[in-house]
């Protein structure tokens, strides 16, 4: 063999080796992002008012020791809710956002970009200011089902009226922000001629707060969670593909505008079944697979499992946060969550993309 | 010895809303083991009928390759016998080069091997060294090549490449069209689109000349490549020299234009 | 052993005839002793009440150990206990928001400064891992805060943890409800009497002003009633709810009502302007001072009530009134809603729309009676301004 098929054959085989290095870097650091996820988790879990700390709330679910029944209800009715609502809420809409982003080739894309808070928002108050609902639920279950399907509706429509015109992504967005102002404004409206009663119970629901969570809403979010991201894994592929450019996609044999809509569609029920329930929680959807980017990379088979446990991770850090900063009231967690994630996020740009010495 | 297998192209149509770009085009049959160059000015229809070709976006009209009918090939199929590289560079993506080339050949070849020959195809054109660098990390050419790394990949019986060289200095260009005309000899039939004439001359076996989205002509360089065709199609007076065996062309200049285009 | 040997005896004597006298006398030691043992049986019950949702909350026995859903809700404890802040272990602190009120309380009760929050807004959800820590024997919430969806599920943690939730209400449908919350919280902190007294002297008073204005035949004046007036755009005002009953009692008509289709909302200052009302009525409080708009309230003095309520009736449009121009503008304290003080403001509207049938009522003295008799802190403060 020649000193060039040589060197050329070392090359190969070095290649080989720091690409095998580096899928074990991105599986350990998966692993780790787990293990914070579970660690925010279980101190989400031993922080409140009430005493009760993270062993002993360990012990007491999984039936070890028995706490005095005050505490049990609080760590059952009270702590655990919520602390997994926070980690339901952030995987979901990161994962949403990270999706939302390779299918928009927009990194600003996140699930309230195309409206869907917006159109949240005004399903909301419809119920809230009319009474009116569109789902058959009633009852406390009136306005959640409403949020929802305006979610649901206004993507939709904005995929519907993206059809028309040929250039895919980037019509999408133009519709969806369009859509965006349009709720906007019809929830300026509705709130106009609310009640102030209304009015204070609207503003509220906006803020985002995770205190609202009981077993049923819990339930249904990681049923929904558990539906939706197999589905998101299995484009794993055709997702980082469209990374490529839509007609290198296209020419690699994947259906490009199906692989789009789909996207859309478990981005809308990830999105909208946490808007419905908890509010406008921002922010992390667009900054949580940004951090999951800049750690493993955009091989989706890693990106979008990492998207998924930096948002937990977030919101769930959001959480503790926002029962530490004043005591005896709980912030909202969408306010938490831009005050926590941005300075993170911020010093992560920067470490990035700092000017070369 | 059996004829090797044809792409025959025949009454190509495509239309962008009311306007047609190309409009029922047929063009010379285009063998396996061939280097076609398409050739033409700025918005002939260059870049359109290797789209078409690659059922990128849609058209009418029959696309044959030997037995086969391409349009009725399944997606899937199609994917692995037609290599595509676009005109447009990879923007904007973290992607590594080696995984920009496994997410090329997924599903074409088995798990375990996937790899291995990513890293082959990376060594064919001479970039292992960036295997692991992020796509938005490198230069305008060495993006260039990955796209053709992806393009080649899968090993192509049919490659329409969509000016490969364009962002490439000269030692990289010769490499490229070296490795494009012993990718026509593995097998496959090759149709590149390339500005350059001299270059088309040098590495096609058949050119064809493409004005306002109609077959201008086809043949061999030396039979296509006359000051009469630079003059009517490109608008310029250029002189076309042999030297050697290689034709070169020497524009020297501009046509006073009497048509509009 | 005493009663073993006393049924032996019992037994005993049953059956002989000399020995039923002893019986008989036997029989009226157990009376006298089962009636000096009832008051300790009777003072053993529970208290059952049935609450403004029409909720059963029971009670071992008188709250000691309060949460307040409304921080405000103190003057009202004010009213039936003498020592009201001895009872709060935890509240809402919007309280604070009155600082007039405050300062005053603060001062008779200077424990009051170290109360914990227990949540935010009124409506939005209580922190109750707080409330547990508190270890309350019951908690207060108003009716408006009790039915806002965000309280839902507090309400039912609370209930898990075996914590009773009175419901009561002064600020919705005070005159339907008033009363009855009263007479609640009443029994909730065993002052039934003092509180069955305030509801005599406030009925009282109610139905002078109901019969003057039953017993003769009257024009109900137009009255627009603009709330929290002042330092923003025109203009808060109640609707269906709240002032409203107020108003109509003291014989005006709530112009609003047209307008508003809630407990209270906003109507331009165009509307306003058209409907041209008999009586303007502002209210304020010391909650607006940092915006610049009527102040007036516990611990304000004239002079500076006066000087805002110079500064509104100035406002561009609002001067322009009828009532403005022709001396009908008046002012009053806003934090007469939610508390069963607004006799006060019922006695000064009637006054104020019907000056003939209500000469010699006397708001002010009805405010002295109140301070002497009841309140554990008193109102001193400038509580209306006349034009």
């Given at each position: 063999m020649s000193g060039a098929a040589l060197a050329a054959g070392r090359r190969s085989t070095e290649a080989l080796a720091a690409y095998a290095r580096l899928k074990r870097r991105r599986r350990m650091l998966l692993a780790l992002l787990g293990c914070a996820g579970l660690a925010a988790f279980l101190l989400d879990l031993g922080t409140?008012?009430?005493?009760?700390?993270i062993p002993d709330a360990v012990s007491a679910l999984l039936g070890f020791t028995e706490l005095s029944h005050a505490r049990e209800v609080i760590l059952w009715q009270v702590r655990l809710p919520v602390a997994l609502m926070a980690v339901l809420v952030g995987a979901s809409l990161s994962l949403a956002g990270a999706e939302m982003q390779t299918v928009l080739a927009?990194?600003?894309?996140?699930?309230?970009?195309?409206g869907i808070s917006y159109a949240a928002a005004l399903g909301a108050s419809v119920a809230i200011?009319?009474?009116?609902?569109?789902?058959a639920f009633g009852g406390p279950w009136l306005v959640a089902g409403n949020a929802f399907l305006f979610a649901l509706a206004s993507l939709l429509l904005v995929q519907a009226l993206a059809r028309?015109?040929?250039?895919?992504?980037e019509t999408l967005i133009l519709f969806g922000i369009a859509l965006g102002f349009a709720a906007s404004a019809v929830l300026s409206l509705i709130q106009f001629i609310a009640s102030a009663e209304a009015l204070q119970q609207i503003v509220f629901w906006s803020m985002?707060?995770?205190?609202?969570?009981d077993w049923s809403v819990v339930t249904i979010l990681a049923c929904v969670l558990a539906l939706v991201a197999p589905f998101s894994l299995r484009a794993a592929w055709p997702l980082t593909a469209l990374r490529l450019g839509e007609e290198r996609a296209i020419s690699l044999g994947f259906d490009t505008e199906r692989l789009r809509l789909l996207a859309l569609v478990r981005v809308s029920l990830l999105a909208a079944t946490s808007v419905a329930f908890v509010g406008v929680v921002g922010f992390v959807g667009l900054v949580a697979p940004h951090i999951a980017r800049m750690l493993v990379g955009e091989d989706h088979r890693y990106f979008l499992p990492a998207s998924l446990l930096v948002g937990a991770l977030t919101v769930s850090a959001a959480s503790i946060a926002s029962k530490l900063v004043v005591p005896g009231i709980i912030i909202p967690i969408g306010i938490v969550t831009a005050l926590v994630g941005l300075p993170g996020f911020v010093w992560l740009v920067v470490r990035r993309h700092r000017r070369p010495a | 010895m059996t004829l090797p297998d044809t792409l025959t192209v025949s009454g190509l149509s495509v239309r962008y809303g009311r306007r047609s770009?190309?409009?029922?085009l047929t063009l010379p049959p285009i063998a396996a083991g061939s280097v076609t160059a398409l050739v033409g000015p700025n918005g002939a229809g260059k870049s359109t009928i290797l789209k078409a070709l690659a059922q990128i976006i849609p058209s009418t009209g029959p696309m044959r390759f030997g037995a086969r009918d391409l349009r009725s090939t399944r997606l899937r199929e199609r994917s692995s016998l037609i290599g595509f590289m676009p005109q447009a560079l990879p923007q904007?993506?973290?992607?590594t080069v080696i995984e920009s080339v496994i997410v090329a050949m997924h599903g074409a070849v088995a798990s375990d091997a996937l790899e291995r020959q990513a890293i082959a195809v990376l060594q064919r054109l001479d970039i292992v060294e960036h295997a692991?660098?992020?796509?938005?990390?490198?230069?305008g050419g060495e993006r260039q090549l990955v796209s053709l790394a992806q393009a080649i990949a899968r090993r192509p019986r049919l490659l329409f490449l969509d000016e490969?060289?364009?962002?490439?200095?000269l030692a990289r260009q010769l490499q490229v069209m070296q490795q494009i005309r012993s990718l026509a000899v593995e097998g496959a039939a090759v149709i590149v689109v390339l500005h350059d004439l001299s270059l088309a001359a040098r590495w096609a076996d058949q050119l064809i000349v493409l004005d306002h989205g109609r077959l201008y002509a086809a043949g061999t360089p030396q039979g296509v490549l006359t000051p009469a065709m630079l003059a009517d199609v490109y608008g310029v007076h250029a002189r076309v020299e042999r030297i050697g065996d290689r034709l070169v062309v020497l524009p020297e200049s501009a046509v006073p234009s009497t048509t509009t285009f | 052993m005493v009663v073993s040997s006393l049924i032996h005896h019992l037994a005993g004597a049953a059956g002989r005839p000399a020995a039923r006298l002893r019986f008989g006398a036997l029989l009226g030691l157990f009376a006298w002793v089962a009636v000096l043992l009832a008051p300790a049986v009777v003072h053993a019950a529970p208290i059952v009440m049935t609450d403004i949702l029409g909720r059963t909350v029971t009670l071992e026995?008188?709250?000691?150990r309060i949460v307040l859903g409304?921080?405000?809700s103190l003057s009202v404890l004010g009213l039936i206990h003498p020592d009201p802040a001895s009872l709060?272990?935890?509240?809402?602190?919007?309280?604070?928001?009155?600082t007039g009120s405050y300062d005053a309380w603060l001062k008779r009760?200077?424990?009051?400064?170290d109360i914990p929050v227990v949540g935010g807004a009124a409506g939005e959800s209580l922190s109750v891992e707080t409330v547990t820590t508190l270890e309350p024997d019951l908690v207060i919430l108003s009716l408006y805060d009790a039915e806002a969806p965000g309280m839902a599920r507090s309400i039912e943690v609370l209930g898990q943890l075996g914590i009773p939730v009175l419901v009561v209400d002064f600020f919705s449908q005070p005159l339907d409800n008033a009363m009855h919350s009263l007479r609640l919280l009443g029994q909730a902190l065993g002052a039934e009497r003092k509180a069955e007294d305030f509801i005599a002297f406030y009925e009282g008073k109610l139905s002078l002003v109901r019969e003057r204005l039953a017993n003769r035949p009257f024009e109900r004046p137009g009255v627009f009633m603009h709330v929290h007036?002042?330092?923003?755009?025109c203009c808060s005002t109640p609707g269906h709810g709240t002032f409203n009953e107020v108003i109509e009692l003291a014989?005006?008509?709530?112009?609003a009502l047209d307008h508003v289709p809630g407990l209270y909302g906003e109507v331009s200052l165009e509307q306003l302007l058209v409907d041209d009302p008999e009586f303007y009525i502002a209210t304020g409080g010391a909650h607006l001072a940092a915006r610049g708009g009527l102040v007036l309230g516990t611990g304000i003095d004239a002079a500076t009530a006066k000087g805002t309520f110079a500064h509104l009736l100035a406002t561009p449009g609002i001067a322009d009134l009828t009532a403005v121009r022709q001396q009908r503008a008046f002012a009053v304290w806003?934090?007469?809603?939610?508390?069963?003080?607004?006799i006060v403001l019922i006695e000064k509207l009637a006054k104020i729309f019907h000056p003939e049938l209500f000469a010699d009522v006397d708001p002010q003295a009805t405010i002295n009676a109140i301070n002497r008799d009841?309140?554990?802190v008193p109102m001193l403060g400038t509580y209306w301004i006349d034009p």
């Open positions: 409140g008012p009430a005493s009760i700390s927009n990194p600003l894309a996140e699930p309230f970009t195309l200011v009319l009474g009116i609902g569109v789902t028309f015109t040929s250039a895919g992504a985002g707060s995770l205190a609202r969570a | 770009a190309l409009d029922g904007g993506t973290e992607l692991l660098s992020p796509l938005d990390r490198l230069s490969p060289t364009s962002a490439l200095d | 026995k008188p709250a000691q409304a921080g405000r709060v272990v935890g509240w809402r602190d919007d309280f604070k928001r009155d009760f200077p424990i009051i400064a007036a002042g330092g923003m755009p014989g005006g008509r709530n112009l806003h934090m007469f809603n939610d508390s069963p003080v607004n009841f309140l554990a």
